[in-house]
């Protein structure tokens, strides 16, 4: 069984500055995804970045950036420059592939609330 | 831009009452997931479409729901005789299904919240 788990309820930034958000995963599959979401208060799960269990750089998306320790199973999110507009809750998720079995599933962590003061 | 859509947005009912959500994908996206989400948790995967095929369902979708993707393309979560627990955003999401599949990204729709009274 896979499991996701995210050890901070709530972040809190300054506008301009970084913020790092914890994940952390277990899975015994050597294949295997790392997804980071946000989802506003609007409700809607959007998409930032994406990480792969054989991929040897970390992952970088614009403003985002997946600073991931294949050996910690550890795959945090790091905002770069924080905006208002980042304030949301951030969801760290995981997809394995076994024994040649599609598992279409995302397993969620419990998600961190981050709040950007200006 | 034609994401994901979901009807209704949001849905308030009685107990007991039958209520149906639908999920149009993103255009040629042959794989479609259902979730649901509860307050302050993370989203929980009820199950998964590849074409018009249902090929995994979770424990959580019991006997009083169900769904279908009849033409591979739209579908539909039905939950007949709501309870109270049934309370709770639903969000599908697809995906192409051309990349390996651990890596085939899930793109959500908006989610219907649902209020059973």
Redesign the interface.
């Known amino acids: 069984a896979q499991k996701i788990t995210q050890t901070q309820p709530g972040m809190f930034v300054q506008e301009k500055e970084a913020v790092t958000l914890d994940c952390t995963y277990d899975t015994s599959d050597q294949s295997y995804g790392l997804f980071w979401y946000k989802q506003p208060s609007s409700g809607e799960m959007i998409f930032l970045i994406y990480q792969g269990s054989y991929d040897e750089q970390n992952a970088t998306e614009g403003r985002y950036s997946l600073n991931f320790q294949k050996a910690r199973k550890s795959a945090n999110l790091v905002i770069s420059a924080s905006q208002l507009g980042d304030s949301a809750m951030y969801f760290c998720a995981m997809r394995v592939e076994a024994g040649g079995t599609s598992y279409g599933k995302l397993t969620f962590g419990q998600g961190t609330i981050l709040t950007v003061h200006p | 831009d034609t994401g994901v859509s979901q009807d209704p947005r949001h849905k308030i009912t009685k107990r007991g009452q039958n209520v149906t959500f639908r999920c149009d994908p993103i255009s040629e996206h042959n ?1 479609l ?1 259902w ?1 649901r989400q509860t307050l ?6 009820l199950t ?1 479409f ?1 074409n018009e095929a249902q ?2 369902k ?1 424990r959580l979708l019991s006997d009083r729901f169900s769904a279908e993707r009849p033409k591979g393309s739209f579908s539909t979560l039905e939950i007949q005789r709501t309870e109270q627990g049934d309370s709770a ?1 639903y ?1 599908c ?1 697809s995906s192409t299904g051309t990349s ?12 219907t ?1 649902l209020t059973v009274l």
């Open positions: 794989r997931y979730y302050g948790q993370g989203p929980e995967f998964y590849q090929l995994e979770s955003m969000l999401a390996e599949r651990w890596a085939d990204t899930q793109y959500f729709g908006p989610g919240r």
